[in-house]
């Protein structure tokens, strides 16, 4: 287990904030890593919390307590804290550096660094293979996106949950498209790609282009094209932990028309749509089977760095050497 791993797994040991001293009790009483001859294992823990805040990973965020001290918590007990704290996060504001390599790598391997970010996010994501669609044009690349995702509205209490259930079933989701693109170099690509989600993701609450790689020259186009037409972009990080949401995407009703063209038209997306289904109309004792259902049949992937590193290495995907 590296460090990393070792805070993420002591974190989860937590329903709240915690110091960086509590953090490392749990690391040294679970024996989740050895740290040898460190003369101060607790100045590596915080140095090593710090470094997930400036990076901008989705797993952990950190709130300010009384006295002024950080507290740090794994993003999944988020609404376990008060009310009373705002997550307070930080970006990476470093130039970002990538290693160039070369390029052995498919798109299609991009999608698992995706569903593992987009778990982290409660969604559960499937890729859709537009070569297994019916249709009379050859592969179907601009009627359905590459990934879809959904995510079910967390609501505590499950009275409220039941009463949103007999007034509006759509709002208890959010369905949402992912176009993959491996990188976007200049305003042409971009613009072809862009078009291509909103052509993909038009039946959706949320539509999102996701690059692995693009040239930051291109920053100013994507704001004027997310401005005027909604389609947020993502930059997918070799370690999908700490990938970035450039330009958020804007809410829409769904297109239940396109949605049915959809389904006739790939059963993976069918499926996709009927196991959410089942979860919506399931009795409270059968959520959870029908929830395993759905993550059984959508897309594996990755918990830890170790994994990640690992996975980068089989695929050749480019990852910086922390």
């Known amino acids: 287990m590296t460090l990393k791993d ?20 749990i690391i040294k009483s679970k024996n989740y890593y050895d740290f040898g001859a460190a003369k101060t294992p607790s100045s590596t823990i ?18 300010k307590l009384n006295g002024g001290n950080y507290g740090y918590y794994h993003t999944k007990y988020e609404k376990y804290l008060s009310n009373d704290y705002s997550p307070e996060i930080l970006t990476n504001l470093a130039e970002e550096n990538y290693i160039k390599t070369k390029k052995t790598y498919t798109e299609r391997d ?11 996010k409660g969604t559960f994501s499937k890729t859709i293979f537009h070569e297994q669609s019916n249709g009379k044009e050859s592969n179907q690349i601009w ?9 079910f509205i967390n609501l505590k209490s499950n009275v409220s949950l039941n009463f949103l259930k007999s007034i509006n079933r759509v709002e208890m989701f959010k369905l949402s498209a992912y176009e993959l693109k491996r990188e976007i170099n200049n ?13 993909n993701s038009s039946w959706a609450n949320y539509g999102y282009l996701v690059a692995f790689e693009c040239s930051d020259s291109l920053r100013e186009e994507m704001a004027r094209l997310n401005q005027s037409f ?11 932990f700490q ?17 049915d063209k959809l389904c006739k038209m790939n059963k993976d997306f069918e499926k996709f749509i009927e196991q959410t289904e089942k979860i919506m109309t399931a009795n409270d004792k059968y959520i959870k089977g029908a929830q395993k259902e759905l993550e059984d049949f959508c897309d594996d992937y990755l918990e830890s760095d170790y994994e990640v590193e690992a996975y980068c290495k089989e695929k050749n995907i480019p990852i910086e050497d922390n």
């Open 46 to 63: 915080s140095a090593a919390l710090g470094d997930f805040i400036r990076k901008g990973d989705v797993r952990v965020r950190r709130i």
């Open 230 to 240: 909604g389609i947020g972009i993502i930059k997918l990080d070799a370690n999908p």
């Open 187 to 199: 305003d042409g690509e971009l613009k072809k790609a862009y078009f291509q989600a909103v052509s």
């Open 143 to 151: 009627t359905h996106p590459d990934m879809v995702g959904i995510e």
């Open 6 to 25: 070792a805070i993420i797994k002591s974190l989860d040991n937590f329903k709240g904030a915690a110091k960086y001293q509590e953090v490392l009790d």
């Open 243 to 259: 990938s970035k949401v450039l330009f958020p995407a804007t809410y829409r009703d769904l297109d239940f028309t396109t949605l």
């Open 110 to 120: 991009l999608h698992k660094l995706l569903s593992s970010l987009l778990k982290t």
